[in-house]
């Protein structure tokens, strides 16, 4: 209950020190369930504190210790990704989906990953099957299921946009700020969209906004390249 406290209240660090003492006793000692909250949330307190090389070596560990549990490339990905090591990222998802194919999270993680990759139909796919996921799960809060929703609606904006489907990605998009209003990436993500139909005040909107917006803040490297593009932006008006 504290490390969940301290959590809530963004005391990463000394929320991840309270759950690194709990996995270092014996897996038997804890309920299953309480193991897979810590395996879900640790990860976290390292991404959002931009301590990639903690969270990848941490990981890294654990999935040679524990190689058919699906936590592990799980909470690795994220971490590549946003260091840009796409493929390896990829290669996390795919392994988690292969021993819990039915996982939402995964399933609306790779999604946007992929559509990042410019593989737009696969990642069509991801997300269809991702939304399927969200409606079958029973135990979810109102805002929980209301981020879910928001994130796989990102990744539908990014893939319609790459299949040239404008119309429909600005609705997506549309719809996923609206569930999820201080998303840097959804701002990122619609911004690269309007560049791409030479929409350049829309763009240097939204570029500013993903700059200015922390929950979840951008990637250093999505950062640096929205802090390029305004500026290219700006000086070219």
């Not at 014996?26 to 390292?46: C, M, Y």
């Not at 990639?52 to 654990?62: K, S």
């Not at 058919?68 to 989906?97: I, M, V």
């Not at 299921?145 to 609606?153: D, H, S, V, Y």
Request: net charge negative.
């Amino acid at each position: 209950m504290l490390a969940h406290t301290r959590f809530m209240n963004k005391e990463y660090d000394e929320s991840r020190l309270l759950m690194l003492e709990l996995l270092r006793e014996p897996d038997e000692s804890r309920p299953p369930a309480t193991t897979e909250w810590i395996l879900a949330v640790l990860p976290f307190t390292w991404l959002w504190q931009e301590k990639y090389a903690e969270q990848i070596e941490f990981l890294t560990e654990y999935i040679a210790r524990h190689p058919d549990a699906p936590h592990g490339y799980r909470g690795r990905a994220p971490a590549l990704w946003h260091l840009g090591r796409l493929q390896e990222a990829l290669a996390d998802y795919s392994r988690a989906l292969q021993i819990e194919p039915r996982c939402m999270a995964t399933l609306c993680n790779r999604g946007q990953l992929l559509a990042e990759m410019g593989e737009f139909e696969r990642a069509v796919t991801d997300l269809d099957l991702a939304w399927q996921a969200l409606q079958e799960i029973k135990i979810i809060t109102s805002e929980q299921k209301q981020g879910c929703e928001a994130r796989i609606c990102n990744g539908w904006g990014v893939a319609c946009a790459g299949l040239g489907d404008f119309p429909r990605a600005f609705t997506e998009f549309s719809k996923s700020i609206a569930l999820e209003p201080e998303n840097a990436w959804a701002y990122f993500n619609r911004a690269r969209a309007y560049e791409a139909q030479n929409q350049r005040e829309e763009a240097i909107a939204d570029y500013r906004t993903a700059l200015e917006t922390y929950e979840p803040k951008l990637s250093p490297l999505k950062k640096k390249y929205a802090e390029e593009r305004l500026r290219e932006l700006l000086a070219g008006r």
